[in-house]
């Protein structure tokens, strides 16, 4: 007999994918001592921006990561500062990221289930090369440094619903 789903309390979470674009093929040109020398700067970067704003590195991806917080801005300025700082790996490689928020439910006090957790990594897969895309429902009065711009209604592979979709961009300051 199945025991009851003891897992039934959902929590507000931001979710962030990102993947470095380009890495396949840097590692095929330039090898893998080259290849882990970037991840290692990559990995350095998001580590340090993760752990400074208050973020979960909840799995490294090979050449990307999931990251999980509680307030959709910080996980947007997160982003946003990380993509900033992608100057500082090879110009070969360069970082996409999809972002989504929601509630989710909690599985064994360290993963997440939930449409937002799917969705970013959607979105993840759906930006190019130095875009990062969000959901509009995520976007806050409160993110007045970040423009985005829309890319419209977008029909994101196994959602039943189409999904607004915004490109974030960089601020002028």
């Known amino acids: 007999m199945i025991p009851e789903n003891p897992y039934e309390d959902r929590f507000e979470r931001t979710f962030a994918f990102i993947d470095l674009s380009g ?22 970067i998001v580590r340090e921006i993760a752990s400074r704003k208050g973020i979960r590195i909840a799995k490294w991806l090979g050449d990307g990561a999931m990251l999980v917080a509680v307030e959709p801005e910080t996980a947007t300025e997160a982003i ?14 360069s970082m996409r990221a999809g972002l989504a928020s929601g509630a989710v439910l909690m599985v064994d006090g360290e993963d997440h289930i939930g449409r937002a957790v799917n ?15 969000a959901t509009k429902e995520m976007m806050t009065a409160l993110m007045v440094n970040t423009p985005s711009e829309s890319v419209g209604m977008r029909d994101i592979d196994g959602f039943t619903e189409l999904v607004e979709v915004v490109r974030l961009e960089m601020p002028d300051f």
Request: hydrophobic letters at 45%; glycine letters at 8%.
């Open 80 to 93: 946003m500062e990380m993509q900033g700082r992608m100057g500082e790996i090879d110009e070969q490689l």
């Open 119 to 133: 969705l970013a990594a959607r979105l993840c897969s759906l930006a190019d090369p130095g875009e990062v895309f």
């Open 23 to 44: 890495f396949t093929n840097f590692t095929d040109v330039m090898g893998d001592k080259a290849a882990l020398a970037e991840i290692n700067t990559f990995r350095a």
